[in-house]
């Protein structure tokens, strides 16, 4: 048995649309489908929150500072270049 | 051609620097070099397993940058035109590693573990504020997640969800429709949420 055969058809079409909901990207008709899949689908919730969480925690990640030489090393190769011209 | 329409050009909050650059004022590269390295590094990061590689594109970016900056026409956010040259660079590496590139389908994204008692709860790290979950295994973990998506997923999911460009600006930088880009990033998504389903136990 393949995954695809535990869900329902309702089920796969609501799930390919779970991001474009997330990214406000689905109409009003479309929103109210998901929104009322996903009261009535406890298994779809679960999927559906864990999306959202894994979405935000995505946008979350952190950014770091480059190394100091390497910054350094780039901007003295950037004027070399330039200065060449 | 004559008849061609001319778009017209952006104003956004670096088109006064970058008109400045391209009237001479050379000395101004390293302020644009300054305001976007920290950016181009981390989407280096993203986007390459290796520092080095990441490395690589940076500075590989930015030679180009102001190699073609006089080309620019300033159609597009400076912004986005710089991202647009990053991705190109990150092609280049990626065929450099002889990276193949593989699609992701249906089954592999959708929850494996569909019985009832697994996966209708809602797990409790669902209701934790993302920041406190963020930590330095978090980053890992999600770190790890992105290097495992095949490079032209983890692309879209990079810029949607961490360098905060909209769906038409993915588009545009990576020439690709918008309903391309949304299944992808969708796909992407899903798959990084398997990856953290297993993290965290659930
Ligand atoms: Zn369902």
Redo the contacts with the bound molecule.
């Keep these: 048995m393949t995954d695809n055969e535990k869900y ?1 058809n ?2 796969i079409q ?1 799930f390919e649309v779970y991001s474009q909901y997330l990214d406000g990207e689905l109409d009003e008709n479309q929103r109210t489908e998901v929104e009322h ?1 996903i009261e009535t ?1 406890s ?2 919730r679960a999927c559906f929150m864990t999306l959202k969480k894994t979405k935000e925690l995505c946008s979350k990640m952190p950014r770091v500072k480059a190394p100091d030489d390497f910054t350094s090393r780039l901007h003295s190769r950037i004027r070399n270049i330039l200065d060449c011209k | 051609m004559e008849n061609q329409q001319k778009k017209p050009i952006i104003k956004d909050e670096d088109s006064d620097l970058i008109l400045e650059i391209k009237n001479g004022r050379t000395d101004l590269y390293e302020t644009l070099l300054s305001k976007y390295e920290t950016r181009i590094y981390n989407f280096g990061l993203r986007m390459c397993k290796d520092v080095s590689d990441a490395e690589d594109l940076v500075q590989e970016t930015f030679i180009n940058i102001f190699r073609y900056l006089k080309d620019f026409r300033m159609e597009s956010k400076f912004k986005n035109w710089a991202y647009k040259i990053a991705a190109s660079v990150c092609m280049k590496i990626k065929k450099r590693n002889n990276v193949t590139e593989t699609e992701l389908s249906l089954d592999d994204i959708l929850p494996a573990d569909r019985e009832k008692e697994v996966s209708s709860k809602i797990p409790s790290w669902v209701n934790q504020p993302a920041e406190a979950l963020m930590n330095k295994e978090m980053y890992l973990e999600i770190k790890r997640e992105i290097d495992n998506l095949p490079p032209s997923y983890r692309i879209i999911l990079v810029l949607r969800d961490m360098e905060d460009f909209s769906t038409r600006e993915v588009s545009e930088i990576l020439d690709l429709s918008e309903s391309n880009v949304k299944v992808r990033l969708h796909r992407a998504r899903s798959f990084v949420r398997e990856g953290l389903k297993r993290y965290f136990n659930d």
Excluded: A
């Design positions: 329902s309702h089920c609501m899949h689908c298994e779809c």
